[in-house]
């Protein structure tokens, strides 16, 4: 169960968009639908951003958005605001003896 | 609305044992896989362990298989995660994480968590 890979970190100015990649391989990312993004706050708990690589679940902001390619998934978030400073964290369904793997994480600093 | 409300975490010394519970309402419980999720201090997610939505089937992350045991009861609306043989690196917030989707393993990503319980392993 090797952790899939995203960049440490990641920054933008407000109303910018930054993209987060999460790097797996065909037996997870690139397998499966199923990639899912986190966003976490200090303290919280983490919350559902973006489900089955690019479904966003109700409430989410429409300025977040998923898609996925080969092996890589990416979150983009458009119009950067001060509140979407947190860590995002992507996963993936890897199938063989039904794994769930997690990235390991991309602190977004909004400069 | 959906609420899953974990307890049971604590001070354990390595070697030794604790069992986790969370508490679900505001959904068919029954319906759904759950899993367990944890993070370590000032580390990212780690899969724990998974059960289907009735129990039949569990799966376990490579660091917890043989000593960590999932399970729920569906009457009570509950899921459990016993833990032995602790060691100090499972030290973590342990989260347990509804399923999105219907009688589902990953499908709809984890839509709801709880609030977290902390488990310290240390002499």
């Known amino acids: 169960q090797s952790a899939l890979t995203q960049p440490a970190s990641v920054s933008g100015s407000p109303g910018q968009s930054i993209t987060i990649s999460c790097t797996g391989t065909?037996?997870?990312?690139?397998?499966?639908?199923?990639v899912s993004w986190y966003q976490q706050h200090p303290g919280k708990a983490p919350k559902l951003m973006i489900y089955d690589v690019s479904n966003r679940p109700s409430g989410v902001s429409s300025r977040f958005s998923g898609s996925k390619s080969g092996n890589t998934a990416s979150l983009t978030i458009s119009g950067l605001q001060a509140e979407d400073e947190a860590d995002y964290y992507c996963s993936s369904y890897t199938g063989s003896i039904l794994d769930v793997v997690f990235g390991g994480g991309t602190k977004l600093t909004v400069l | 609305q959906v609420q899953l409300v974990e307890s049971g975490g604590g001070v354990v010394q390595p070697g030794g044992s604790l069992r986790l519970s969370c508490e679900a309402s505001?959904?068919?419980?029954?319906?759904?896989?759950m899993h367990w999720v944890r993070q370590a201090p000032g580390k990212g997610l780690e899969w724990v362990a998974f059960i289907r939505y009735d129990g039949t089937n569990k799966y376990y992350g490579d660091s917890v298989k043989g000593r960590f045991t999932i399970s729920r009861d569906n009457s009570k609306n509950t899921l459990d995660l016993q833990m032995n043989s602790l060691r100090a690196e499972d030290t973590a917030v342990y989260y347990c994480?509804?399923?999105?989707?219907?009688?589902?393993?990953?499908?709809?990503?984890?839509?709801?968590w709880g609030q977290g319980t902390l488990v310290t392993v240390s002499s």
């Open positions: 505001g959904f068919t419980f029954s319906s759904y896989g």
């Open positions: 994480a509804k399923v999105g989707s219907i009688r589902a393993a990953a499908r709809g990503g984890f839509d709801y």
């Open positions: 065909s037996s997870d990312v690139g397998g499966y639908n199923y």
